[in-house]
């Protein structure tokens, strides 16, 4: 089978990438910067068999050029939609945050949250909302990156130890993306103070951090409705802390 994936450089994209390889799947990148007929005359090397759209603008937090934003997670979606009409793929998975869920939204999510409207407008489409996906090969400005790096620096940071997230492990959500499951969490969540003493007891090395602010958009209720099935938040922590040393 032919898989297209944008945004493979990425940390989820990447993941995906490896895990069909290894199962033998033929794996083409779509190109970053991309016009309706450039992706066509992609697509006409290799007939798409599915097509993996993650590739977005605004999820790290140096990323705050709003018209990017518009012009990658809106019409980038749109002239990747319009370029697949004319071939017979089986899937069209479009990658969005679980944060279009949520009241209190940001420029990112309302963003994606438009390209998801966008999605319906076509056939096979199938749009995706992981939670907090961590694991080996995240970026390190994120979270839990940042905490293992400062468990073995020393260095201080500044942490929201009330922020509630439901971390799903990227193997699980792969697993949970092929199994045909759209919204991708465990159903349990997880304050950043938690995931800080479960990194302590993995390291047995204390965190120094002090404490801020809780971002005005998180909530308790960020967790999955229903879980999917799930390594615990401890063994993939482990995982993820052996897999950075």
Known sequence: MNFYISGQSGFIGQA??????????????IPRVYTIDGLRREFDKDNPDYII?????GNHYYQT????????????????????KGYDYKIFYNMSPSSVMLEKQTSYSLTKHLSEQLCWLYERTRNIRPYSVYGVGDAKHKFIPRVI???????????????VHDWIYISDLIDALFSGETK????????NGQVIEL????????LNY????????????WIALRGVKHISLYDGLKLTYEGYL
Do not use: P, W
């Open 53 to 57: 759209h993650l590739a977005s603008y």
């Open 184 to 191: 991708i969490g465990t159903g349990i969540g997880a304050t």
């Open 199 to 206: 990194l302590e007891t993995i390291s047995g090395k204390k």
């Open 65 to 84: 050029d709003q018209r990017q934003m518009i012009e990658t997670n809106f019409i980038g979606t749109f002239n990747l939609l319009e370029a697949a």
């Open 16 to 29: 995906i990438t490896k895990y069909l390889l290894e199962k033998g799947e033929n794996v083409l990148n």
């Open 210 to 221: 002090t404490c801020g602010k809780v971002r005005n958009y998180d909530t308790d209720n």
């Open 149 to 163: 790096e400062c468990l073995h620096t020393g260095e201080s940071m500044v942490v929201d130890i009330g922020a």
